[in-house]
């Protein structure tokens, strides 16, 4: 075993950068935990920026330059902090009729599909599923819910989720989101005989759009491509696969 003395310069700097994403991930969960995970929708616009200045300094530490990529991402995460009211489910109108959800007051879990390697693209081959069809879901465990829905990677650090539209009776597709309009240019005869036209977007949730700002074996951060909202995630289980299926994989999980 090599004492300190004896460190190369090159080993020296790895161990003092790795001291530095410990400390600086350890102060990131010590600010989640004093903001109670952010699920109280009250925390003031001072403490969400001490938060994600901390936040930033980690970022900038991110060893993982291509997540999407990367197997790391893979698993079961629990939420430690977002200012996402859509996630939280905080003074949001969903569902049918304007009626709200009820808050999530439990935890919080993400599981992601990304599939990154050759075995999960075994196991896809295996169970019959089509290659294309990358997968997440969100876990509340109060009130209990799920939502299982197609992931598509954007980039090699964007991904963007696409949730199933509710069913009314089952059969009848509402949409997952409100809608809004378009506004449109006037001062035309065209213009005019296209006022009861409505062009309509629907509404993304802000969890929609995710950019990883952040990825290791324990940590996982982004940021929305939406708003400016922040989540970080802890690793839970690294072989959970979307529906509870678990797979047998390597622990040392390699980064790119």
Do not use: H
């Not at 430690?80 to 879990?109: M, V």
């Not at 109060?142 to 539209?165: D, F, H, M, R, Y």
């Not at 009314?168 to 009861?196: M, Q, V």
């Not at 940021?223 to 040392?252: H, P």
């Amino acid at each position: 075993m090599k004492t300190v003395q004896t460190l190369t310069s090159p080993e020296a700097r790895m161990m003092q950068r790795n001291a530095e994403i410990a400390a600086l991930k350890a102060e990131v969960i010590r600010k989640a935990l004093n903001l109670d995970s952010g699920r109280n929708g009250d925390v003031t616009e001072e403490q969400l920026e001490d938060f994600k200045v901390t936040l930033r300094k980690l970022e900038a530490m991110n060893s993982t330059k291509t997540p999407t990529q990367s197997t790391l991402i893979n698993g079961k995460w629990s939420l430690a902090f977002t200012n996402d009211n859509d996630l939280l489910r905080i003074g949001k109108k969903r569902g049918i009729f304007g009626t709200r959800n009820k808050r999530s007051e439990g935890t919080i879990d993400f599981a992601v599909d990304v599939f990154a390697n050759d075995d999960d693209l075994i196991e896809i081959e295996q169970d019959k599923k089509p290659k294309n069809k990358m997968r997440y879901e969100i876990l509340r465990s109060w009130p209990q819910s799920s939502e299982t829905g197609e992931l598509t990677v954007l980039s090699t650090n964007a991904i963007s989720l696409a949730p199933p539209k509710a069913k009314l009776f089952g059969f009848i597709p509402i949409g997952s989101g409100k809608k809004k309009k378009n506004p449109k240019k006037s001062g035309g005869k065209n213009d005019e005989a296209e006022e009861d036209e409505e062009d309509e977007t629907e509404e993304l949730a802000t969890y929609q759009s995710l950019v990883v700002s952040y990825l290791d074996l324990e940590m996982l951060a982004f940021r929305s491509g939406i708003d400016d909202c922040v989540y970080v995630f802890l690793q839970q289980d690294v072989e959970y696969r979307v529906g509870g299926k678990k797979i047998s994989v390597n622990k040392q999980l390699k980064a790119k």
